[in-house]
Nanobody
Framework: QVQLVESGGGLVQAGASLRLSCTTS????????MGWFRQAPGKDREFLAA????????WYSDAVKGRFTISRDNTKNTLYLQLNSLKPEDTAVYYC??????????????????????WGQGTQVTVSS
């Protein structure tokens, strides 16, 4: 079992920046590819970004490419998502998640919710216009 805790959300104005964090006490953190998703009211959970267990490879959805940056620090068991140039449509609950394998295998980064196993409780990001 891997417990994930997100933090860093809040209420900001359009154009502002936030940095989200996702931490765990699990010693296996560095074995997992990780991802960020978000879910707005009445909408499906949306993939945002993913990163390999080593941090050497990343992938972004077109909606956030160029504005959001995913990174990780395995020495701190922490995943990050830097959110820049925020827009009102970025308002949602943001979630981090581990991949379903946790085996450091080389494979395409997972981009659908079903490919992820452990999820955090989410952190709310609200962007006002």
């Amino acid at each position: 079992q891997v417990q994930l805790v997100e933090s860093g959300g809040g209420l900001v104005q359009a154009g502002a920046s936030l940095r989200l964090s996702c931490t765990t006490s699990a010693r296996t953190f560095s074995f997992y590819d990780m991802g960020w998703f978000r879910q707005a009211p009445g909408k499906d959970r949306e993939f945002l970004a993913a990163i390999t267990w080593s941090g050497g490879r990343t992938w972004y959805s077109d909606a956030v490419k160029g504005r959001f940056t995913i990174s990780r620090d395995n020495t701190k068991n922490t995943l990050y998502l830097q959110l820049n140039s925020l827009k009102p449509e970025d308002t949602a609950v943001y979630y981090c998640a581990t991949d379903q394998w946790g085996d450091r295998a080389v494979r395409p980064l997972p981009i659908t919710p079903s490919q992820y196993k452990y999820w955090g409780q989410g952190t709310q990001v609200t962007v006002s216009s």
